[in-house]
């Protein structure tokens, strides 16, 4: 435990990408199995243990530190697992020896939430703040200490000597601690066999496209679905949608899993059948899809009712064919990839797949104008792919763009101001801020219209949470409310009805957009101008 | 019974001890400033009068030319206009620091200033002293703040700096107090090689060397060739970390002496990567048990964190009361 809490200091102290892969790598090469499987896993969040939440570990330092000063501290370090680790006490008995990663792993996997209550502190008493810092990182399934598993698996390639694409293919077909993939990595034994398993590819991505242009002799041009982009994997009789991030969601969309009846591997947009974006299905544009916030309904449910099923039907709008039967087409160029999933569409359930249709423009000019008007479809914008691409993991320059709609603008007032978390833990950096409900000469009052926690530079930061400090007039808890003088032009990318807020609505995207130090609060926009932009 | 006290007030920008007409470092000009030590949050130029000890006196001249200084040696009592007697009693805590003791009507007050009961090679340790108002600083007046002892930081640094002989070391620290202690720590761990500065410490360290500390063998980085630096420590104040001017280093490895240190996040905010958590203030234990110790009829506390030590205090049945005095600030520690 102590190598491995040494190994999670030495990430969170090492800034270079290449630090970081040296430093996992060194580990993975000198640590033997399972410890070095299960550092693994935890470091790529692909552990968790149902008996430990962050209310776990609050609760019992509850028990042995006062409450106020627990709440203090948490404040002020801004991370749960840190604080606990800093302020556990001593033991006052003899304790055994801090145990090894895989007992402790052992050990949380046995757990459960009453047990956890006993247990875990036995475990705390055994190690050091370091150790228990990384202990409840990992009882929590929340390492966040900028590892990525492709930075995990990079190191996993660099450490012995293998090609990153095939660990890539192999690990998602196994568990921790992935003795086979150590086996075949580290002792040169046959990889492992992944052909016949429903598994992750990583998507390929588009950069924005930003002020540049494109020849549309080269580029294709698809709209931009306001959806998740799921991948669809059917292999050995089963059916996985994954996300972007390669989480499983399959159960809470059981009606695509159904939907698939053959062995391929898909890429499209995961919608809801409706007519907000793009109005009904037609022949202009490609409508016939529900708003984010239909599909949003839907999202993260572990069972799903029959009549939500009905209520919100899901589909998939196709966007590309990586793996048709037993062809692997991701070599191909898109346009020939394009032609394959043309081909395929007869095959599928019309009810659960469409084709997501390309946008025909005589020029980019054509086109600007084309996309200037997707505005009024509630379309987020267009997509620019390169006619002659591969389907390559990752966001490879000059290949796909994104080029979404200008933004919304409107001028807020800051109201309440929160401690951020992590990186910026101290500094007051998540704001809310609002909108007038009438003329603030004649005595109208801010609603809340939105919250955002980025758009700023770590300079506009320091200025900001300068300003805070000086402008409360309240506090709760972590939270300031603030004179109501500062104007922050937002940027978002929609506005849509929604009871969550008093004003009544809820912005899509949300960011600071610029600070406006010399705008008066009273010259910011109205509930009114807001609400005038609402496309539901 | 506690008494009334009238004579010593709390306002925003520093403490009036009103008989005397004098301000316990004010953050304002005033006729006549009290100053505990030369940090810039406590110490400010344009008094009329300054009263200190004899090394912030040479530290205050040093960064603001201070003129009519008074020097008060530790534990010399000086008696002030309206029956005010003050007496300056070490802090531990700087070159020159001092906990004020202010007696006036058989009333006996203390100002802290900044201060820490751990050993200092560069200031004698902070002289516990009864007292019926003890007025504590609270910059680390959270129970997560427990700093560790000296010398594991220094082997620390002493093991990445032998584990990277083609690298140097860059510390930052505290131009005044920080930057010197760590220096002469080195030393006192077996360090014998020569340090390298940025010329904003080379004055402070001369000031220093002047009152008699020994800093073993110093070098200017301006006038050292880049591979001379290979396998030494440099030192620069908290600012250069990350400034251009850390570009003339060969591949520095970036640590910081600091108590804020003992929090990852704050050390992550300013790239460090190897942290030292090397404080010259009371860390949560200090405090509390110098409370204790000292054991006052009621506590004030100043700057920091105060709502944290207020709750101890009430959780040990001690009167306390937090001030809300502007100005100071969580400086470098």
Redesign the interface.
């Known amino acids: 435990m102590q190598d491995f809490a040494a190994l999670v200091d030495r990430l969170v102290y090492t800034r270079s990408r290449n630090g970081k892969l040296d430093r996992i790598a060194d580990y993975l090469r000198s640590t033997a199995d399972p410890d070095r499987g299960w550092a693994l896993a935890a470091l790529t969040g692909a552990l968790s243990f149902a008996a430990v939440k962050s209310s776990t570990i609050r609760n019992l330092l509850m028990e042995r530190v006062d409450p106020v000063l627990w709440n203090l501290s948490r404040d002020f370090v801004g991370d749960t697992a840190e604080t606990a680790s800093l302020l556990w006490p001593d033991p006052a008995y003899d304790v055994p020896p801090p145990p090894s990663l895989s007992e402790a792993v052992e050990t949380l996997d046995r757990m459960t939430r009453a047990s956890a209550l006993s247990e875990l502190p036995k475990l705390l008493d055994r190690l050091d703040p370091p150790g228990r810092y990384a202990l409840l990182k990992l009882a929590t399934g929340a390492m966040r200490i900028g590892i990525s598993a492709r930075l995990a698996k990079l190191a996993f390639a660099q450490a012995f000597d293998v090609r990153v694409e095939d660990v890539e293919e192999y690990w998602h077909g196994l568990a921790p601690p992935y003795e086979a993939l150590f086996a075949w990595a580290a002792d040169g034994a046959e990889p492992p066999d992944t052909g016949n398993m429903p598994l992750f590819r990583p998507f390929m991505l588009a950069h924005p496209l930003e002020d540049a242009r494109v020849d549309l002799a080269d580029y294709a041009a698809e709209w931009k679905w306001d959806g998740i982009r799921v991948q669809l994997v059917h292999a050995g009789g089963e059916t996985r949608l994954y996300s972007r991030t390669g989480d499983d969601i399959t159960g809470s969309f059981p009606e695509m899993a159904e939907a698939l009846p053959f062995a391929c591997v898909l890429d499209g947009e995961l919608l809801v059948r409706g007519s907000h974006q793009g109005g009904e299905a037609n022949e202009r544009i490609q409508g016939g899809a529900a708003s984010f916030n239909a599909l949003q309904q839907r999202l993260g449910r572990k069972t799903v009712s029959k009549a939500m099923r009905e209520q919100y039907p899901a589909f998939v709008r196709l966007y590309d064919a990586l793996i048709v039967e037993d062809e692997d087409l991701r070599e191909l160029p898109w346009e020939d990839r394009r032609r394959r999933l043309e081909a395929l569409l007869p095959r599928l359930p019309q009810d659960r797949f469409d084709l997501s249709s390309t946008v025909e423009a005589a020029d980019f000019e054509e086109l600007t104008r084309i996309r200037a008007s997707a505005r009024d479809d509630a379309i987020e914008g267009l997509m620019l792919k390169r006619r002659d691409s591969p389907y390559v993991a990752g966001r490879r320059v000059g290949l796909w763009y994104k080029w979404k709609r200008d933004p919304l603008l409107v001028d807020c007032v800051l109201m309440y101001a929160q401690r951020g978390s992590g990186k910026r833990s101290s500094f007051y950096s998540d704001y809310t801020f609002g909108c007038w409900d009438g003329d603030p000469d004649q005595g109208a009052e801010l609603l809340p219209v939105g919250k955002a926690y980025f758009g700023f530079t770590d300079e506009e930061l320091k200025k900001i949470d300068h300003y805070v400090r000086q402008h409360t007039t309240n506090r709760f808890g972590p939270v300031r409310e603030t004179d109501k003088s500062l104007v922050f032009e937002v940027a978002f990318d929609s506005v849509h009805e929604s009871k969550r807020h008093k004003s009544g609505l809820a912005m899509r995207f949300p960011r600071i957009h610029r600070i406006r130090w010399d705008k008066p609060a009273e010259e910011a926009d109205r509930i009114d101008a807001l609400r005038a932009l609402v496309r539901d | 019974m506690i008494a009334d006290f009238a004579w010593i007030r709390p306002e925003p920008h520093g403490i009036h001890v009103v008989p005397a007409d004098s301000w316990i470092d004010p953050s304002q000009p005033v006729e006549r400033a009290l100053v505990t030590h030369g940090h810039a949050d406590h110490a400010r130029g344009g008094h009329g009068q300054t009263v200190a000890t004899p090394a912030t006196l040479a530290i205050m001249d040093l960064r603001y030319q201070t003129k009519n200084g008074l020097p008060a040696e530790y534990g010399e009592t000086i008696r002030l206009a309206g029956g005010v007697d003050v007496t300056y009693l070490p802090a531990g805590h700087v070159l020159g620091s001092a906990q004020i003791l202010l007696e006036h009507a058989g009333e006996r007050v203390i100002v802290t200033g900044d201060y820490k009961r751990r050993a200092d090679p560069t200031c004698p340790p902070f002289l516990p002293t009864p007292c019926d108002i003890f007025i504590t600083e609270a910059t680390f007046g ?3 703040f ?1 700093h560790p002892p000296i010398a594991g930081e220094m082997a620390k640094l002493r093991t990445v700096l032998a584990e990277n002989p083609d690298a140097c070391v860059l510390v930052g620290a505290y131009a005044l107090g920080k930057a010197q202690r760590v220096i002469a720590e080195l030393r006192a761990h077996g360090h014998h090689d020569p340090i390298y500065l940025h010329g904003a410490l080379e004055k402070m360290c001369r000031l220093y060397e002047d009152f008699g500390i020994n800093l073993g063998e110093l070098r200017l980085v301006s006038e050292a060739k880049k591979d001379d630096l290979r396998g030494h420590v440099v030192v620069c104040p908290p600012g250069a970390l990350n400034d251009r001017w850390s570009r003339r280093l060969p591949d520095p490895i970036t640590a910081m002496a600091s108590g804020w240190m ?8 300013r ?5 030292l958590i090397v404080s010259d203030h009371a860390d949560w234990c200090e405090l509390t048990d110098t409370i204790a110790e000292v054991n006052p009829h009621e506590t004030w506390i100043t700057h920091g ?1 105060e ?2 030590l207020l ?2 205090c009430q ?1 040990n049945q001690r009167r306390a009361r937090a001030l809300a005095l502007v100005g100071y600030e969580d400086e470098d520690d």
């Open positions: 959270l129970p997560v427990v003992r929090v990852r996040q704050r050390a992550r905010q790239n460090v990567e190897l942290p964190r709502e944290a709750r101890w959780l």
